[in-house]
């Protein structure tokens, strides 16, 4: 009979529970009964207390761990053996059932391309015991497809016979926000230094503990001196302000010793040439976590900048006398129904009368000209500083006026800004011309009005009569057909009347009318551009361009009817109707297996302002990412106010990127950009047109598309007509392309065919 296996019981003795092993065993023959049995106790509370702490351990590190999210791994390879914890799983995807890599070189396949030979220099060193390994960071795919940052934390733990590690453990660490994070902390460091480095601001600290001071490479560039590092309190800055202005600079700073609020100086410094230059500075005292008692400051050179606002005080100064001595005229005349009560000209009842006096049989010598002032800007004057400055600029424009004239001419106040010059002229009409050029100059100048700085300009319309011959309502009518002109041909400019004016205004009111009803037909229908990666020539999406498809069979550009349409306010409308086609056609062609990645469409200025627009985009099917609004650069940048800001952010909430569209052709400033912050930038075609001719040109272009990329925004260019263009755009670093080399523009029906055809790979 072989021995029975020993039972492990939990038994009490003197009251407490004690583990014990017991073994049976029968007893010799003869000793005992046969039913007799030994018992054998053997004590192993001790090793079960043990084996309790042990499991204990266990669990409390398994806690630990996965309280602290890492995920441990063990690579035994010389049990032939690899284990991944739960959390390991879990910040890759993966459930504990997930099939794992059969192979370094198959795992390899889920690290990010570029972490890749840097991953397996890693992984080799971290098994040699190098510390500079120890820990590493990389990308790998989550098994949702994106990204994921981990880093590495391991070392070998057992080596064989010839120091060959044979195990290596480690734990690996989620980090892809922390790496966030220090991008977007990288990106605003670049921005910040970018912004300091365009406005010339210098920034310093100084530390009053120690007594030295710390400039920025813009301080040394401000004050004239070479760039010396660190900076005795007491010693350089002292020596180069002005001694004039030294004992109050340095007592403000004193004044600010024992507060924390920012405080503003400006003074003179003294240049090494003997130069003055006024500095204006900002600080702030701050104690850091030292204890050290530190200022940080910014200074900038303000000198242009407070002389133009000397003289600017100046002509205020003058400018409220000379308004003083208009509100007295003005008091004498108030009573007069001839003259207007704001600017003591003339009104238009005077003008009229003095008109018919004028051009009669018995008028004056010489022929009649009338020239039709109106104000550029004007609204937006009023709109902004009030009435009360509207109004002083008015009187300014009244005197201006009455100083370019002659004292034999007639100058009135016909409207709220509208003006109206008359004058006997003989000979040729060169003089008139030169007349309203004066004006147009003198108005463009910036003037200060009621503290604002206000800029404005003037378009004049001129019509010129022979005496005695027409009437005075049809030349002034004339002369305001001229105005519309200028005002239609970009403003701050001067026109004269002729019958190709007249007929012109004729035709566009006809082609208004044929716009009205072709909304109302639906006549206007979208074309489209295929747009392409510069380096693969993949197919990056398309631009929506509205076409009038006439009921005679004509098809009419842009160019046709855009002008009319804006006059008639009805762009926004085009707008939205080709917005409503491009996502109908781009959903079909996703049905059709098309890779067209986004389609874009033109909005306009008033379409953007519109309150009801993001109501409506709001009811539209389109996946975020696939839609881009493309505006025009001279519009986006130049009345980009906070409430247009805030329609952009709503924009980019609802997945629709923005474009600028015609780069290059405005007034674009980094400032701009960088407040508006666009997804994309096109390059006008009129800049791109030369680049196969002109280094200049390519020069140019590379710092636009540098500029772009700098702050993160997508280049593309316009006009790529050849395939040296082509060729020229991809060295040159330009992201996109579109032109005639490449696509032009088709109806929806041809693109399908197009795409499978991959024509555009034979240039």
Known sequence: MGNPSPEELVVKVNGKLRHVQVAASPLPPGMAPAAAVLLLPLDIHPRADAADDLTFSESRWNHALISSELGVWDHNWGKGDKYYSPTWYKMRGLGPDDPLPSSTAEWLENVHPHDRAKVMVAMDKQAAGDPAYAVFDYRERHKDGHWVWIECRGAAVAWDADGRPTRVVGTDTDITERKASEEAASRNARRLEMALDISGIGVFEANFTTGETEWDERMFTIYGVPDSGRIAIGGLWESRVHPDDLPRATRTVEDHAGSVEPFADEYRIRLDDGRERIIKSYSKRFVDHDGQSRMVGANWDVTEEVLLRRELERAKDLAEARSAA??????????????????????????????????????????????????????????????????????????????????????????????????????????????????????????????????????IGIACQQRGQGDAAQLLLNADIALYRAKKNGRNRHEFFSAQTYREIVSNKKTADEILAALEQREFIPFYQLQFRADSLEVDGVETLARWATPDGRLLGPDAFLSVAEELGVVAEIDAMMLSAA???????????????????????????????????????????????????????????????????????????????????????????????????????ELVKGIVDSTEQRQLLRSIIDIGHSLGICVV????????????????????????????????????????????RRI
């Open 583 to 685: 996502l109908d056609d781009f959903r079909r062609w996703q049905r059709l297996g098309l890779n067209i990645p986004k389609v874009s469409v033109n909005v306009s200025y008033r379409r953007l302002s519109d309150p009801a627009l993001m109501k409506h985009l709001r009811t539209l099917d389109f996946q975020p990412g696939t839609l881009s609004f493309e505006l025009l650069e001279s519009i986006f940048l130049d009345q980009c106010d906070a409430q247009i800001l805030q329609r952009l952010a709503d924009l980019r909430d609802l997945g629709i990127a923005l474009e600028i569209d015609d780069f290059g052709t405005g007034h674009a400033s980094i400032v701009s950009l960088l407040k508006t912050a666009p997804d994309a930038l096109k390059i006008d075609r």
């Open 326 to 459: 208009l509100e007295a005229a003005r008091q004498e005349i108030e009573y007069s129904a001839l003259h207007d009560d704001l600017t003591g000209l003339p009104n238009r009842r005077y003008l009229d009368a003095a008109l018919r006096r004028w051009m009669g049989p018995g008028g004056e010598q010489g022929d009649v000209a009338v020239l039709h002032v109106d104000l550029d800007r004007f609204k937006h004057i009023n709109d902004t500083l009030g009435h009360v400055t509207g109004d002083s600029l008015l009187t300014y424009v009244a005197e201006v006026l009455k100083h370019c004239t002659d004292a034999v001419d007639f100058v009135a106040r016909v409207g709220g800004d509208e003006f109206v010059i008359m004058r006997h002229f003989r000979g040729p009409a060169k003089g008139l011309g030169e007349l309203a050029e004066r004006i147009i100059g003198e108005l463009s100048k910036p003037v200060v009005r009621n503290g604002n700085l206000c800029r404005i300009g003037a378009s």
């Open 717 to 760: 260019a316009e006009g790529v007509e050849t395939g040296a263009h082509v060729g020229i755009l991809r060295d040159l670093g330009c992201d996109v392309l579109q032109g005639y080399a490449l696509a032009k523009p088709m109806p929806a029906a041809h693109l399908a065919d197009f795409i499978n055809r991959q024509q555009w």
